[in-house]
């Protein structure tokens, strides 16, 4: 009988690889990579370890099932995004490979989102889910490869746990827009038990796998184009492709062909990169001209990389937005160029003892460089999301070096334990707590603003989010003080106009509109307002102008094309109207209102069926849809058929009480029905909403006069005549 060999422990196994020797890290024992028994863990403690992980992400993030969508990108990537909105099909797939949208090449990302349209619609709590299926899919395969790289069981699970449940990783896992972020992470992850296997048994498909998921994480977010070096890093530890404690011209050629190896994931980094510079630029989110000096980005840089650091020991005062101070003091500066400049000397004085903290300190530093602002990118100093991968070098460094503390010092393994335990509980809780600050846009930006980091980008989101919700003064006062903080602000301007506008003070909107475009002359979003405004005051040729404008800025732009369709209609060039409308509706099959206004088109040129065939197809895509139930209902009701006329029209209101159309054709149907009282009351209902709706204005002049009421009838008369004659004569 053969004599049965002694199995290897993982901690101290040394396999060849590839023509490199894998060594273990030094820090590792093997009571680290056992169980207290001396044998190998079982399947069990290793599942047992992955659920836990599954179930803290679950206990942490499962409330964000009951959250919304916020104003802060996730506009971009979602709730105003037609491509996303249509799912996936073969034409959104193309678009997500070509579009520059969002200024990223994140195919992956657009088609995940596109996935969740399909199986969610729009409702937000299903997008977050997904986002916490990938964080924990991500902390598990960070155990797991982790623990095949290092061999140490414990360590390796402690990381993937502060990795699950650190605070600073609530931004990317409760913000819908930040989808890019935990999908990227899950391919590094991939790629790193990839490698694990690669280093260990070599091989052109392993190698394969792990350029494969690299390129799935670059699809996702540029952020990982950094892996290379960091799978450089492993070589050194815990890998010991490249063993420090060697002569330094024997670690310089090992190091040198370890670099060749990784040549093809390096040009993929290069792609990466040049293309984000590419979208960047073009879209003008890059301080090329430098408006912030270089010295001031490097003293920023210097105080971002110790900040971080706090955050990661002391998470608190967290933010959706840092805003950028105009300048660091020097002593920040100078007091964290010293304090990096130390940690870097103790790591490097360790390198051949305790290889992880050099490996964990460069890890950390070079996978936050692309992000640490040097090139200026948006107008925050920081964000909390760009930890959420360079963070795993600070964990190894913490993870391990207690290791070696406990190694040393052989206290309690239960003290050990009840202290890990403990840390991570407070971690989780402090992680649930900033979970629920990324509920809605509100609690997301008053939060921000009560933490002291106030900014002109909280105050206009929460005057966005007072919009949303009707609170027009409170709207104001945030959006005059983001102005006050940022004069030159953009976006307050046109959420003050939208302001104005709901309110129905439309000279107020065009004030600030014009000022939006003296700062930004080609923004087609103000010119498309000012071209909406003035034809809805009766001045066609003013509209036109500025929505040609518009049009030649950006061609495809369906609001647009779909406002030139309104104002050729009701100039009564039908033609001219279809060929705009149709455009729209080329670029966006999706979008209700062309559909609804062909429909309005084909009714006033007298083509019926052709108008319900419209407005049904609109119901189709959105049973809600006002507008189109309350043409049906005037179609109905001129065909004489008052009563389905009402049942649509009480309808459309019972959707939007605000719904202008309808709540004047219902007055007309209670007109025809001789409830004239009542048909009153529908008539001043819509002056309520529009006091200048000439329509209902006549109407209630007319039904004035049929309950005897002359005076006040002539009065309404005359005004509906002064206003016709205003709008005509062009005053």
Not at 178 to 191: I, P
Not at 279 to 284: C, I, L, P, T
Not at 383 to 398: N, V
Not at 705 to 729: C, F, H, N, P, V
Request: net charge positive; proline share 5%; charged share 20%.
């Amino acid at each position: 009988m053969a004599k049965k060999q002694p199995r290897r422990k993982a901690a101290t196994a040394f396999e060849k690889t590839g023509g490199a020797t894998v060594a273990p890290p030094a820090a590792v024992r093997p009571s680290l990579g056992a169980s207290p028994g001396g044998h190998p863990h079982t399947r069990l403690v290793l599942a047992t370890v992955c659920v836990g992980l599954v179930v803290a992400c679950i206990a942490i993030y499962g409330q964000t099932i009951s959250h919304g969508f916020v104003n802060y990108d996730d506009d971009l990537y979602v709730t105003d995004n037609a491509d996303v909105q249509t799912g996936l099909t073969l034409k959104s797939v193309g678009w997500a490979f070509v579009t520059e949208k969002a200024l990223y090449f994140h195919p992956l990302t657009w088609m995940s989102l596109m996935l969740d349209h399909d199986l969610y619609g729009m409702h937000a709590g299903g997008y977050h889910v997904t986002n916490l299926i990938l964080h924990a899919a991500s902390s598990v395969l960070l155990f797991l490869a982790l623990r095949l790289l290092t061999g140490a069981f414990w360590p390796s699970a402690a990381v993937a746990a502060l990795f699950a449940v650190h605070p600073l990783n609530v931004e990317s896992v409760a913000w819908v827009a930040e989808r890019k972020g935990v999908l990227s992470a899950f391919f590094w992850m991939l790629a790193l038990g990839a490698y694990g296997r690669y280093a260990r048994r070599g091989g052109v498909l392993r190698y394969a796998a792990v350029a494969a998921a690299f390129l799935g994480g670059l699809m996702s977010k540029p952020m990982v184009l950094t892996l290379p070096c960091a799978l450089l890093l492993l070589d050194c530890w815990p890998l010991g492709r490249v063993s420090l404690t060697e002569p330094w011209g024997v670690m310089a050629r090992k190091a040198a062909r370890l670099a060749l190896e990784k040549i093809p994931l390096f040009l993929l980094t290069a792609l990466s990169a040049l293309s984000t510079f590419v979208m960047q630029a073009r879209g003008h989110n890059i301080d090329v001209a430098g408006k912030v000096s270089l010295a001031t980005r490097y003293a920023n840089a210097m105080v971002v990389y110790v900040l971080y650091i706090l955050k990661t020991l002391w998470p608190s005062g967290l933010a959706a937005f840092y805003p950028y101070p105009a300048s660091r003091p020097l002593w920040q500066a100078g007091g964290a160029a010293l304090t990096l400049a130390a940690i870097s000397l103790l790591c490097l004085s360790q390198a051949r003892r305790r290889p992880y903290l050099i490996v964990g300190w460069l890890w950390y530093l070079g996978t936050l460089a692309p992000v640490i602002g040097l090139v200026r990118i948006g107008d925050f100093s920081h964000a909390d999301r760009y930890t959420y991968l360079p963070s795993l070098g600070l964990y190894f460094m913490a993870v391990w070096g207690i290791a070696d503390l406990v190694a040393a010092w052989k206290p309690p393994k239960r003290a050990v334990a009840a202290a890990a335990g403990a840390a991570l509980a407070a971690l989780a809780l402090c992680s649930g707590i900033q979970t629920g600050h990324w509920h809605d846009s509100k609690a997301l930006f008053s939060h921000a603003v009560n933490v002291g980091q106030e900014s002109y980008l909280a105050h206009n989101n929460l005057g966005v989010f007072a919009i949303g919700e009707e609170h027009y003064d409170e709207a104001r006062a945030s959006l005059v003080k983001a102005l006050d903080l940022n004069p030159t602000y953009v976006p307050a301007l046109g959420n003050l106009s939208k302001c104005a506008l709901d309110q129905g003070f439309n000279d107020e909107a065009k004030t600030y509109l014009k000022k939006e475009l003296e700062l930004r002359p080609d923004s087609v979003k103000a010119l498309n307002s000012l071209g909406k405004i003035a034809a809805e005051q009766g001045h066609p040729e003013e509209a036109r102008t500025y929505l040609i404008k518009a049009l030649s800025l950006d061609p495809k732009d369906v609001e647009v094309l779909y406002n030139l369709g309104v104002v050729a209609r009701d100039e009564k060039r039908y033609d001219e109207a279809k060929v705009y409308l149709n455009k729209a509706l080329d670029l966006d099959p999706g979008y209700f209102k062309a559909l609804n206004n062909l429909g309005v088109t084909a009714m006033e040129q007298g083509h019926r069926d052709e108008a319900v065939t419209c407005f049904k197809r609109v119901l189709e895509l959105n049973p809600d849809h006002a507008n189109a139930l309350s043409n049906l209902g005037k179609l109905a009701m001129d065909d004489k058929r008052l009563d389905e006329a009402a049942t649509y029209l009480k309808k459309a209101l019972d959707l939007d009480p605000k719904c202008i159309p309808a709540r004047h054709n219902l007055g007309l149907c209670l007109l025809n029905q001789g409830q004239y009282e009542e048909a009153q009351t529908q008539f001043r209902k819509a002056l309520e909403i529009n006091p200048q709706y000439v329509r209902s204005m006549k109407a209630l002049g007319e039904v004035l006069a049929r309950l005897g009421r002359r005076e006040e009838s002539d009065s309404y008369i005359r005004e509906a005549a002064e206003l016709e004659q205003g709008r005509t004569t062009g005053k």
